[in-house]
Antibody
């Protein structure tokens, strides 16, 4: 059974750095063609893709947020970590992690429930 | 404003058929596979359709996908009250800044 779960702070202050962890089970990120992505959805707005990390440690970022994002993979813990710097209120959103289907470019076949992050002083 | 355009809401009665459109451009839908997701209230999004029209294991054939040019469509037949959810499309945008794009989402109400 494949599961993913996001964890991290629910409240961050403006200018702070957000660190979110995606803990997954039921699959190996070492498997060729697999990846883990981060997607967010601000209240009342559309989904926005943030980042992807692939089985070979290749990484892709949203061109609009690239300068603020870093995604890493802790192989010993089956965790993917997303950091986003210089947070502002517009970054308030539910943040999801999801598995990229093996061999796919943009199909996410398993998602976490998401975690709501509020940016406020 | 999303790269992919979906109607904010659609509605239909139980047992009927409904379609949800997803409009894009030559840099995304026209030249890449489209996927569709369902998010029931309080649950994680679920992949319904991938590669334009394929269903993952366990997804009933009441759900179908199609694509023509720069638009894609999700069809749902035999509507059930349990289908009431948010639906959104996604694909790859292969413009100079290649990235994953999603539609704004469509709220399906089963009357």
């Amino acid at each position: 059974q494949i599961t993913l779960k996001e964890s991290g702070p629910t409240l961050v202050k403006p200018t702070q750095t957000l660190t979110l962890t995606c803990s997954f089970s039921g699959f190996s990120l070492s498997t060729s063609g697999v990846g883990v992505g981060w997607i967010r959805q601000p209240p009342g707005k559309a989904l926005e893709w943030l980042a992807l990390i692939y089985w070979d440690d290749d990484k892709r970022y949203s061109p609009f947020l690239k300068s603020r994002l870093t995604v890493t993979w802790d192989t010993s813990k089956n965790q993917v970590v997303l950091t986003m710097t210089n947070m502002s209120p517009v970054d308030t959103a539910t943040y999801y992690c999801a598995r990229l289907s093996q061999g796919s470019v943009a199909d996410f076949d398993y998602w976490g429930l998401g975690t709501l992050v509020t940016v406020s002083s | 404003q999303s790269v992919l355009t979906q109607p904010p809401s659609v509605s239909a009665a139980p047992g009927q058929r409904v379609t949800i459109s997803c409009s894009g451009s030559s840099s995304n839908i026209e030249n890449n596979y489209v996927s569709w997701y369902q998010r029931l209230p309080g649950t994680a999004p679920k992949l319904l359709i991938y590669d334009n029209n394929k269903r993952p294991s366990g997804i009933p054939d009441r759900f179908s996908g199609s694509k023509s040019g720069t638009s894609a469509t999700l069809g749902i037949t035999g509507l059930q009250t349990g289908d009431e959810a948010d639906y959104f499309c996604g694909t790859w945008d292969s413009s100079l800044s290649a990235y994953v794009v999603f539609g704004g989402g469509t709220k399906l109400t089963v009357l």
